[in-house]
């Protein structure tokens, strides 16, 4: 099955920097690559995701890039905001079942924007 | 907007007892998931259900099973709950032929 490693499992910025976390995956038939956002006392949502057929995407202050040949994709998320604190997680897809396509999840990393 | 509620927040249990969480969606998703999320270790899928009655194993059903008898509701149930079930549990919709997945807000679940 898909294996997803995510890295780091935590990260401090200082307000206005830019911060990346990378993951990387096993099975090369996977096409879909989301990252989810979990605040406190919240379930993870959704932010960006990026498909196979696509290098990179952006949205304002977030971008993914995704490398199909080394199997690792990247969040980066510049000009950091203290609202930016969270866990963020990578997932990784290829396999559905019945109409549902199954995530494999990263480990997840906390994220913290130092005022 | 899509709402996904859960049962409950918090739930304390004992050793043994039979629990079960509820998970309730308001948009028609065909799709529902179970996951628990431990430190380190990210989410890991114990069950979903793909359609009423429908169920497939997730990589962690072991001391875990689910009823979806109505659309809207998916349950989890632990038969005999032991203390490494202690977790938080989140559970997820999709709809058919999407992708993304809409969470609820957790139940922590300890078991003592």
């Known amino acids: 099955g898909e294996n997803v490693e995510q890295h780091p499992s935590t990260l401090s910025v200082q307000e206005g920097d830019s911060a990346v976390i990378k993951c990387t995956y096993s099975?090369?038939?996977?096409?879909?690559f989301p990252w989810y956002k979990q605040e406190l006392g919240k379930g993870p949502q959704l932010i960006i995701d990026?498909?196979?057929?696509?290098g990179e995407k952006k949205d304002q202050r977030i971008a993914v890039t995704l490398n199909k040949t080394a199997k690792h994709f990247s969040l980066h998320i510049t000009e950091t905001q203290p609202e930016d604190s969270a866990v963020y997680f990578c997932?990784?897809?290829?396999?559905?079942?019945?109409?549902?396509?199954?995530?494999?999840f990263g480990s997840g990393t906390q994220l913290t924007v130092l005022p | 907007d899509v709402k996904v509620t859960q049962s409950s927040r918090y739930l304390v249990k004992r050793t043994g007892e039979k629990v079960f969480l509820e998970c309730v969606q308001d948009m028609d998703h065909e799709n529902m998931f179970w996951y628990r999320q431990d430190p380190g270790l990210g989410l890991r899928l114990i069950y979903f259900s793909y359609d009423v009655k429908m169920k497939e194993k997730g990589d962690i059903p072991e001391g875990y099973s689910v009823s979806r008898e109505k659309k809207e509701r998916f349950s989890l149930i632990l038969e005999s709950a032991s203390t490494n079930q202690t977790s938080m549990y989140l559970c997820a919709t999709l709809d058919r032929g999407l992708y993304e997945q809409y969470f609820g807000p957790g139940t922590r679940l300890t078991v003592t």
């Open positions: 990026i498909r196979s057929n696509v």
């Open positions: 997932a990784a897809s290829g396999t559905t079942s019945g109409s549902a396509r199954q995530l494999t």
């Open positions: 099975d090369s038939a996977s096409n879909y």
